[in-house]
């Protein structure tokens, strides 16, 4: 039986201790393939304030919930006079073929404009005066089998307001093109390079785009890695005029046969005031949750010493989650290592009492199995691993 607990994972994440400073990525773990290879620690991030770093952030007026009236939601993405967003990188994998894009702008919710890739086909990252469409219109054409180049100059030339967009696409053979329209607003760039390009508007200056291009070609890791080390340099190059707001990314399998909705990262920050550094405390988030499901995985196929594995490695991303350790407990009980899973357990119910209460409630969904040895090993969980 699978141990399902990714969503209660997700929602029990909003409110267990999760030590915000503990955000530096450790080395290659057995079997994760989420993690980074091993390399040098990523620079410790700029304090939001300090030295400039995010311009213009200082403050804003809270609203009175209801007002102003008549506020009512549209549908209109992108504006024909706002530049809604400014960096970004749009990039494969030329090991994995993995395929992703990272972008920061000083604009509320940049991702959902900016970013879009497909398993197998393609990245693409749409920008300064935004038109979404070319995101799923130009992983339409990569799917159809028409090259990065080819489906950017093919939209690009029918689009009235081509000079005001900053586009980049790559496909799954690592072909990749780039374009700046002529009224994107300086200092605006691109680099297409050997899979990969990034592409900036609205700058503070004229060497954030060279700065991204270096970082990613020399950083070791992941594609996920390589890309927040480009948005990390652009950023210490001088970055957005206007300061930081949101970042977004996403990384998908280069398997044109995994479906198409399927990410392996798909993380956004929508309004901070050091999107990058919380981007990558995310993604260590998301690293650990995937250690955890890979063990939960390994648990169902009775591979102890996998499931352990992978259960510690979730733990050093996390060190102070009570909750990868409780469910690691948890999935350890449900296949009868009840021995191996009380002192976590232990743990877990010193550090908080609701952990002894969820645990009473494990049997009625089918998380623990409603058995006599599922329902014995509760009862010695609560008797043992309570605190004295």
């Not at 489906?151 to 029918?158: H, N």
């Amino acid at each position: 039986m699978r141990i399902a607990v990714p969503a209660l994972l997700l929602v029990a994440a909003c409110n267990r201790s999760i030590d915000p400073s503990a955000t530096k990525e450790p080395g290659s773990m057995t079997g994760a393939p989420l993690a980074p290879t091993a390399q040098p620690a990523p620079p410790t991030p700029t304090q939001p304030h300090a030295d400039g770093y995010c311009r213009g952030r200082g403050g804003f007026a809270t609203l009175t919930p209801g007002a102003p009236a008549g506020a009512a939601l549209g549908t209109q993405q992108g504006s024909a006079i706002r530049p809604a967003n400014t960096f970004s990188i749009v990039a494969r994998d030329p090991v994995t073929g993995e395929l992703g894009v990272a972008v920061q702008s000083h604009w509320f919710n940049v991702g959902a404009l900016v970013a879009w890739a497909e398993p197998g086909v393609g990245a693409v990252a749409t920008q300064s005066f935004v038109d979404p469409a070319y995101g799923p219109n130009g992983l339409a054409a990569m799917r159809a089998g028409t090259s990065a180049p080819d489906a950017l100059a093919q939209l690009v030339a029918k689009d009235a307001g081509a000079g005001g967009r900053q586009l980049g696409f790559v496909d799954a053979q690592g072909r990749a093109a780039a374009h700046t329209g002529a009224r994107c607003i300086q200092f605006a760039n691109h680099h297409a390079g050997t899979g990969f390009t990034v592409q900036a508007n609205l700058m503070g200056n004229d060497k954030v785009v060279p700065a991204m291009r270096a970082a990613f070609e020399a950083a070791k890791g992941d594609l996920a890695d390589r890309m927040l080390a480009a948005l990390d340099a652009g950023q210490a190059a001088g970055g957005d005029l206007r300061g930081c707001q949101s970042a977004a990314i996403v990384v998908v399998s280069g398997d044109r046969k995994q479906p198409a909705w399927q990410k392996k990262l798909d993380l956004r920050v929508e309004d901070h005031a050091a999107p990058i550094a919380e981007l990558r405390r995310l993604v260590t988030l998301a690293r650990a949750y995937d250690q955890m499901n890979q063990g939960d995985a390994a648990v169902d196929k009775n591979d102890l010493a996998a499931a352990l594995a992978h259960y510690g490695n979730a733990v050093r991303f996390v060190p102070d989650s009570v909750e990868m350790v409780y469910w690691q407990a948890v999935a350890l009980a449900g296949k009868g290592q009840v021995d191996a899973a009380l002192p976590l357990f232990r743990k877990a119910f010193a550090a908080d009492a609701a952990w002894i209460e969820l645990t009473n409630r494990l049997i009625a969904p089918g998380i623990l199995p409603d058995t006599p040895a599922g329902r014995a090993a509760v009862e010695r969980v609560l008797r043992e691993a309570r605190p004295r």
